[in-house]
């Protein structure tokens, strides 16, 4: 069976750290661009970051470039998203999912369940 499962979040202090894990199973991830994406309460779901299966390049959202960095580890099937300057903005429910390229038009087929992520002092 096809999963992702996403883990790592939890409290976090603004200007802490944060690694969010994205763990593929059932198949290659390798094969697939991955997205990371997030959901505040009162706002509508936000593409943070995707990372390109064909050549490694990353993409970040305006309002986390320069803050989080993701990542790809195709040999442990995971992805990540090191946030290292988080700010109480950032406070969603952060989730990864899969698609065949990273573009804004493209549809993201496989999905986590998410993880909590909460900035604050």
């Known amino acids: 069976q096809v999963q992702l499962v996403e883990s790592g979040g939890g409290l976090v202090q603004p200007g802490g750290s944060l690694r969010l894990s994205c763990v593929a199973s059932?198949?290659?991830?390798?094969?697939?661009?991955i997205g990371w994406f997030r959901q505040a309460p009162g706002k509508e779901h936000e593409g943070v970051s995707c990372?390109?299966?064909?050549?490694?390049?990353?993409y970040y959202a305006d309002s986390v470039k320069g803050r989080f960095t993701g990542s790809r580890d195709n040999a442990k099937n995971t992805a990540y998203l090191q946030m290292h300057s988080p700010q109480p903005e950032d406070t969603a429910v952060y989730y990864c999912?899969?698609?065949?390229?990273?573009?804004?038009?493209?549809?993201?087929?496989?999905w986590g369940r998410g993880t909590q992520v909460t900035v604050s002092s």
């Open positions: 990372i390109s299966s064909s050549d490694g390049s990353t």
């Open positions: 999912a899969t698609a065949p390229e990273c573009s804004r038009s493209v549809d993201f087929g496989s």
């Open positions: 059932g198949f290659t991830l390798d094969h697939y661009a």
